[in-house]
């Protein structure tokens, strides 16, 4: 039936995609190999007190050396389809310019070993590894970059076009203008909060001129998306107060960029609230029209929902909007919205755990986007493995955060969204951002010493899954 109950057959329409995904700087290692220049994440990760332990991405999972193992793994679980990123700087190291070959000759063979194996490619142009030579051009913040963006798209869809049907811009935005730019927690670690408006709006216009490159250049059959996280907000309560701290976080997690790419303009309450930090005048006449590209589908990612109230000014210090620890808010404009951590259970992020905040977000944009398919292209869990004494793991935290979010998403697909596809974050463990390799999300066990892979028993169960297009009775 369509409901929570785990006990009754839960299944999916023929065709739906289950996959996992993974991105390029989180996995692939080989970060000085074959013309690769650095990308931002390389010049933070190697800034000493960036990332936990001071972690880097230059090993990771050596990806890059190992893909044909990885899809073989892959092939073993039965995933339909995989989710994962290009590196920027291994395809135009500079940013600009013609490709270097080496580059997108190892996204060619990863797609054809995948074709080869029966598993859907889905691509992602941009998983926040801007070639460093576009920051110290100015970076996100300026203009430029967004048409450099869409010269690399042009880039990658001559190389691949033939062989992937399905293509992503942008992977959350949200992150890469306001963890970046705003709070300084991920790359390039600046704390601007105008740079970071800024950075949000060229990267809408990014989409937008990306977008258009990749029609010109891909067969009319081939799909192109944006994957967003929009937050999931909940008021505290509902005092005016409150429901007005929830619309502000609303419009800068979500509007901010769902107002451009869906409906060709910026909301209105977005300019009013930020109006003492900027009067937007970055925003060119045309651009938001430029950002409303028509899409083939809607990539959204989800891990916990955003709890919020109103805060006296000055009084919101320490947040717990899970976005990481720094002094400066990736809010711009929103002193004085405080952030909640809801009771009950939290993964090791210290994410609360709310499936039903899955239901409402696709439910919210099969409202707000008609007819648009709908893909969760990322949802999972960092928890505990436990070893047991044959070399198995254990993760049952995992397993039951999966189920009850497959779950709510078929309570979605029950009340009419049109969701076509599930990718469990991550396939692998691998360098979870700020927190280095402290944080595991992969469904396989890496062993980063010896690169060795070790399916977890979650990996178990979502081959089941994955195979059967129904939920496991257990
Ligand atoms: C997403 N936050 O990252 C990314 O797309 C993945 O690369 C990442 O590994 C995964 O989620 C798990 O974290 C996020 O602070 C990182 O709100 C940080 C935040 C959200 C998403």
């Known amino acids: 039936g369509a409901t929570a109950d ?7 329409p023929a065709g739906f995609l289950w996959g996992a995904a993974t991105s390029a700087y989180q996995i692939e290692g080989a970060a000085r ?18 990332t936990a332990a001071g972690d880097t991405g230059d090993v990771a999972c050596d990806h890059y050396h190992r893909y044909r193992d990885d899809v073989a793994l892959m092939s073993e679980l039965g995933l339909g389809a995989y989710r ?39 691509l992602t142009l941009y998983h926040w590894d801007l070639p460093q030579e576009l920051e110290d051009a100015g970076g996100w913040p300026v203009r430029r970059t967004a048409e450099r963006f ?22 959350e935005p949200w992150c890469s203008a306001f963890l970046g730019y705003g709070s300084g927690v991920h790359a390039p670690g600046r704390t601007d909060p105008v740079a970071a408006l800024r950075a949000a709006h060229h990267l809408n216009l990014a989409h937008g001129l990306a977008t258009q490159a ?11 998306t944006v994957g967003l996280n929009p937050a999931v907000v909940r008021a505290r309560s509902e005092t005016p107060a409150d429901l007005d701290a929830a619309r502000r976080i609303d419009a ?12 060709g303009a910026y909301p209105e309450d977005l300019f009013t609230d930020t109006a003492a930090l900027t009067d937007w005048s970055f925003v060119h006449d045309g651009d938001t029209a430029l950002a409303h590209q028509r899409l083939d589908g809607l990539c959204l990612n989800y891990y916990t929902p955003t709890v919020v109230s109103a805060a006296p000014e000055g009084t919101a210090t320490e947040r717990h909007d899970g976005h990481g620890a720094s002094p400066h808010s990736p809010w711009p404009g929103a002193d004085h919205v405080s952030f909640h951590q809801p009771p009950g259970e939290r993964t090791e992020m210290g994410w609360s755990i709310d499936p039903e905040g899955l239901t409402e977000l696709l439910l919210r944009f099969h409202g707000e986007a008609p007819g648009l398919p709908l893909y969760i292209t990322e949802n999972g869990a960092a928890c505990p493995d436990v070893p047991d004494a044959a070399g198995r793991f254990h993760d049952p935290q995992r397993i039951a955060y999966v189920r009850r979010h497959v779950a709510a998403v078929h309570r979605a697909l029950a009340a009419g969204a049109d969701v076509r596809g599930y990718f469990l974050w991550s396939l692998l463990d691998n360098f979870e951002w700020a927190y280095g390799y402290a944080k595991r999300f992969g469904m396989v066990h890496v062993d980063f010493a010896t690169q060795a892979r070790t399916p977890k028993a979650s990996a178990r169960w979502y081959a089941r899954l994955a195979r059967s297009g129904r939920l496991p009775r257990e």
């Open 33 to 50: 190999e074959d013309g690769r220049t650095p990308s931002i994440w390389d010049t933070f990760s190697h800034t000493p007190g960036r």
């Open 214 to 224: 990749l029609r010109a250049a891909l067969p009319s059959h081939a799909r192109v």
């Open 84 to 122: 994962f990123s290009v590196s920027w700087p291994r395809v135009q190291p500079t940013g600009r310019g013609p490709a270097v070959q080496r580059g997108l000759d190892f996204y060619r063979a990863l797609v054809d070993e995948l074709l080869a194996a029966g598993i859907t490619p889905v």
């Open 252 to 263: 800068l997690a979500t509007r901010v960029f769902t107002g451009p790419m869906l409906h």
């Open 150 to 171: 869409a010269d690399y798209a042009g880039i990658v869809a001559e190389a691949l076009g033939d062989r992937v049907p399905l293509w992503t811009t942008l992977n």
């Open 6 to 12: 785990p006990g009754t057959d839960t299944h999916f």
